[in-house]
């Protein structure tokens, strides 16, 4: 069936550094994918998103990164602040069904280090 | 993008009782949908809710347990019913541009325990 999941449910990196944050999906019709950071508390808040016509996409200081042929997502976040501490999913549109219907992976617990 | 608050923020139920979320949305929207999040989970859609006409309901929920009304474009309810401890999770409202392929945008959450 369909399914997002990452590969590594928590992540620690020590402040300034880099992180990457890995999702792998299954639905090969998905064509449209987003990141969302979840902080204590809080809904998920929007990230950045890529379609699937685009291998690579960059904001600030984050970059999604899209590779179809082994259905693989990324999210990389440069220089990491304790900011950015929080839960992040990632999601994907699925085979059809209401625009609303995002498959969302099970997450990743970014903590940072100060 | 769209402010979204959610009523209330927390609650503690009692089995068996019912409780109502309402959503409010600062300006008209055209999709309107309601998530559950469990307890260290992720999210998983529950129904749209349609204005003017029933809500569609995902695979595993049905209108008996979580009656949903969108009177307006700006507004929707998600009650749960007859609730059990079960139930108690994260109620996210979320609504979406009106582009195709739009990303949704939340509300913070009502977090319900049920006891």
């Known amino acids: 069936g369909e399914s997002v999941g990452l590969h590594l449910p928590t992540l620690s990196v020590q402040e300034g550094d880099n992180s990457i944050i890995n999702c792998a999906y299954s639905n090969s019709a998905s064509d449209y994918f987003i990141w969302y950071k979840q902080e204590s508390g809080k809904g998920p808040q929007f990230i950045i998103d890529?379609?699937?016509?685009?291998d690579k996409r960059q904001g600030q200081r984050v970059t999604v990164l899209l590779n179809k042929t082994v259905k693989h997502l990324s999210l990389q976040i440069a220089a990491t602040q304790p900011g950015d501490s929080a839960v992040y999913f990632c999601?994907?549109?699925?085979?059809?069904?209401?625009?609303?219907?995002?498959?969302f992976g099970k997450g990743t617990k970014l903590s940072v280090k100060p | 993008s769209a402010v979204i608050s959610q009523k209330p923020s927390r609650d503690i139920c009692q089995r068996g009782t019912s409780l109502t979320i309402q959503c409010q949305v600062d300006?008209?929207?055209?999709?309107m949908f309601w998530y559950r999040q469990q307890p260290g989970q992720s999210l998983t859609l529950i129904a749209t809710?349609?204005?003017?006409?029933?809500?569609?309901?995902e695979s595993g929920f049905v209108i008996d347990k979580f009656p949903i009304s969108r009177p307006n474009l700006t507004f929707s309810t998600l009650t749960v019913s007859n609730m059990s401890p079960e139930d108690s999770s994260i109620y996210l409202c979320s609504v979406a541009g009106d582009k195709n392929n739009s990303p949704l945008h939340f509300g913070n959450g009502t977090r319900l325990t049920v006891t």
């Open positions: 890529i379609r699937s016509n685009m």
């Open positions: 999601a994907e549109n699925g085979s059809g069904g209401s625009q609303g219907n995002l498959i």
């Open positions: 809710a349609n204005q003017g006409s029933e809500a569609t309901y």
């Open positions: 300006s008209q929207v055209t999709m």
